[in-house]
């Protein structure tokens, strides 16, 4: 192993659903990458935006119907498909994966529009728009101490554009 040669000791990287300090890495205005599965198994890496709700075990992502990453998710049928969402910032990242499904239904696209508007800003209207939904499965990464690095909360970064979905 890489850390053995070198002398230092590697971590664990395993985090959590309950650590605090998951939700506040979270909740920071970061772009994501989405890794969904194409139909030969070979993966298939996004920009997107996304949120985490800790007390479901849940995280969403807002995306058009007819988009690539709907139609892998979709493709899988009522087990779901597993996805990864990865955040980082700089030398602190987190991968969440989950197992997704796509869901239609106007109140559950309703509710992931609201909650992304809470950590990025105000989706653009898109009458096509689903949500993919995952259950959380397992959570990788080093993320910052909170009485250590905070980090800037989301209503403190300058807006920037926003990933379309």
């Not at 198994?41 to 058009?64: F, K, N, Y």
């Not at 980082?88 to 969440?96: Q, V």
């Not at 800003?121 to 959380?136: A, D, H, K, M």
Request: proline content about 10%; glycine content about 10%.
């Amino acid at each position: 192993m890489a850390g053995e040669l070198s002398g230092r000791r590697r971590r664990p990287h395993g985090i959590d659903l309950a650590d605090p300090r998951l939700e506040a890495f979270w909740t920071r205005r970061l772009l994501c990458s989405l890794t969904t599965l194409r139909p030969d198994g070979t993966p298939h890496v996004v920009p997107v935006g996304a949120t985490l709700d800790v007390p479901a075990g849940l995280v969403r992502v807002i995306t058009s119907g007819d988009s690539r990453k709907a139609r892998h998710v979709e493709r899988a049928g009522a087990d779901g498909s597993r996805i990864v969402l990865c955040q980082f910032d700089g030398r602190h990242w987190c991968s969440i994966e989950a197992r997704a499904q796509v869901s239609t239904d106007p109140e559950a696209v309703a509710d992931a529009e609201q909650r992304y508007a809470r950590r990025y800003r105000t989706p653009r209207p898109n009458p096509s728009r689903v949500v993919l939904i995952g259950r959380i499965t397992k959570i990788l990464g080093t993320i910052p101490d909170l009485e250590v690095d905070p980090g800037p909360a989301a209503g403190d970064v300058e807006p920037g554009p926003a990933p379309r979905g």
